[in-house]
């Protein structure tokens, strides 16, 4: 290797990086000794910003554009090397490309049921995935939170991590949400967006955002789903004893109309004499229409029971029998209050016509009382 090959491979004038793998984060533009000649040009497209970290410390960013690394235009670095503008040599740094672009089509799901307390149906177990994406909104925090010195960053690195976050979340929402179980296909949109609000403080401390996050399917255990679709099909069919006449009718005219069919003949012979009979129940009959039925008896007459004060208490309820033996006994007087229902207020027993009555059957006092 003659000398102009070696000082061509040490001193470089281009600093790019294009990217096809579609799944890379960071990318460290490599160099032997990481030597980068002074007055080189930074090509940064849009979609990526450039870190420079010298001496294992964060420098310099870069936006899309293109630069000339010299003194006059990375004030960060003149301050850390204190170079002057007459500074010509290669100086040493690390040069770590990010992207920016958003990273689509993340996968998420709850690896477990969430049991939450439905309205309707009681506590039931849900799972829950959808998508997201993901954007690097602060590069230099990025690299210094997450990348380190990794070399070759790539989306996989991080997506576990994220996942987790939205999980996490997505099982508070859920358990939070109070939306029946029945309306939530209803309420993607807005479950999305509180996950999502939800775990952007943490993402921030990584130099991240989540612009996108959907909630594809919100899903019930097989068994439930199952009953589910029994109670729906109960519901489509209205009322079963309708639907059994249906079936039924349907079921004697097939075999009513199959050849040679035992079955056929028994049942073309049974609608036969069930439409006899309807003809003689009917208008052309000979038969005479039946009397009908009688009235049930009405019901029996609810007897009054009652309740009567004494000593500020309520004592009962008793029936009149009990009152009337209890006015034998002396318990009950002419000015007891007694109250049943229905009645307007307490009033003394000979003010009420049916206790009053009572009163009158009983013997005058013996003689010498």
Known sequence: MSILDFLSGQFIDVIEWTDDTRDTLVYRFERQGNEIKYGAKLTVREGQAAVFVHEGQLADVFLPGLYMLETNNMPVMTSLQHWDHGFKSPFKSEIYFVSTTRMTDLKWGTKNPI????????????????????????????????????????????????????????????????????????NTDDLGRIIAEQISATTAEYGLVVPELY???????PAVEEALDKRTSMGVLGDLNKYQQYATAEAMQDAATTPNSGMGMGLGAGMGMAMGNMMQSGPWGARPAQAPAAPPPPPPPVEHVWHIAEGGKSKGPFSKARLGRMVAEGEVKRETMVWTQG???????????????????MPPPPPGA
């Open 115 to 186: 049991t939450l307390r439905d309205p309707e149906f009681g506590p039931v177990r849900l799972r829950a995935f959808g998508t997201y994406a993901i954007k690097i909104a602060d590069p230099g925090r990025f690299l210094t939170e997450i990348v380190g010195t990794d070399g070759e960053f790539t989306r996989d690195e991080i997506q576990f991590q994220i996942r987790n976050m939205i999980v996490q979340s997505a099982s508070r929402a859920l358990a939070g949400s109070r939306i029946p179980v029945l309306d939530m296909a209803a």
């Open 343 to 361: 009645q307007d207020g307490w009033k003394t027993a000979d003010d009420v016509d049916e206790l009053a009555q009572l009163f009158t059957v």
């Open 215 to 221: 909630v594809e399917n919100i899903s019930l255990p």
